[in-house]
């Protein structure tokens, strides 16, 4: 199969990247580097290097079209995306421009390309809104009522998707994903608690929890969603699903599970809550498992510590 991967340069693209490669794919890599790195890609280049293609361009770049009909991709997986949820806020049209003119380049290409299908990564933390706790874990069938610019454009995204694949056969699955955690993920960023943590206890340096910590947020490792990513290529036409465990773990209960993954005894710091941050989340993967066949298979204890055995390489 001939794939092409947007964001293929991040977290979770590169990882796919190396799973497509792995089982014989050819991949094309779009990708800006805006937060997505070379170095991500570099085993893929040194054990796959004759099948794999890296672009640098952004999406909201009009070349992006034309290069995907010249590359001509079976499938296209869109991960490319402006995934702040508080620049979104400050910055409404840049995220629209990214996230919804970005990803509509992505169907014109793909569309005049006789692509035949689109798997798109979306938000399961924000399209949803803020459920009500007795709605969690949360359905695909739950209202979407997002209250972030950037799960506004998310859930465009899927209105988009839906159009093009009426007027256009475009095929399509969206996958709403939960907290995404594993290695290459960001210390430095804002969604990545995982990585922040394990950045800092590695580094002897105290970690911050905002609010209370009993906040909850469903964690899901990144080898499980690129797993769906890559059923989702031949599988669950025209859907949505969520990719998540179910289970919602507090940020105090995360802190404690790593800390003693890392051997530090210290206790974490307290800092107000951030504004507009959901009190609890999880998603309902019962429609991944009817409809891709996908299960999580890494529980949190041995996700974070996988996390920590790769940051520990990182260290100089």
């Not at 672009?55 to 995907?68: A, F, K, N, T, Y």
């Not at 380049?105 to 706790?133: D, H, L, N």
């Not at 009522?145 to 454009?153: D, I, R």
């Amino acid at each position: 199969m001939r794939a092409l991967v947007t964001g293929g340069a991040g977290f979770i693209g590169s990882t796919l990247v190396d799973r497509l490669l792995a089982e014989g794919d050819e991949v094309h890599v779009v990708d800006s580097l805006w937060t997505g790195s070379r170095a991500n890609l570099a085993p893929a280049r040194t054990a796959h290097g004759d099948r794999l293609t890296f672009h640098h361009l952004d999406v909201r770049d009009p070349e992006l079209v034309g290069l995907v009909e010249r590359v001509a991709p079976e499938v296209v997986f869109h991960l490319a995306a402006q995934a702040d949820v508080r620049v979104s806020v400050a910055r409404p049209l840049f995220d629209a421009e990214v996230n919804v003119l970005g990803s509509l380049q992505v169907m014109e290409g793909s569309r005049r390309a006789g692509t035949r299908k689109v798997v798109v990564a979306s938000s399961g933390g924000t399209i949803y809104g803020e459920p009500a706790a007795e709605a969690l874990p949360v359905r695909e069938d739950h209202p979407q009522h997002p209250v972030s610019p950037y799960g506004v454009a998310k859930k465009v995204v899927d209105d988009y998707l839906h159009c093009y694949r009426v007027l256009h056969g475009l095929d399509f699955c969206a996958l709403a994903l939960a907290n995404v955690y594993g290695p290459r993920q960001d210390p430095f960023g804002e969604a990545g608690v995982v990585a922040i943590f394990a950045g800092r206890l590695l580094a002897g340096e105290a970690c911050t929890i905002f609010g209370d910590g009993e906040q909850t947020r469903d964690f899901v490792y990144v080898d499980d969603v690129v797993d769906a990513f890559v059923r989702a290529a031949s599988l669950g036409e025209g859907v949505l699903c969520n990719i998540g465990t179910g289970v919602e773990t507090s940020v105090n209960a995360l802190y404690a599970a790593m800390a003693a993954a890392a051997g530090v005894g210290a206790t974490a710091t307290y800092a107000p809550p951030r504004v507009g941050e959901l009190a609890r989340s999880a998603l309902d993967p019962t429609r991944a498992g009817a409809v891709l066949g996908w299960i999580p298979q890494v529980g949190l204890e041995d996700g974070c510590r996988r996390v920590l055995d790769w940051f520990r390489t990182q260290q100089p």
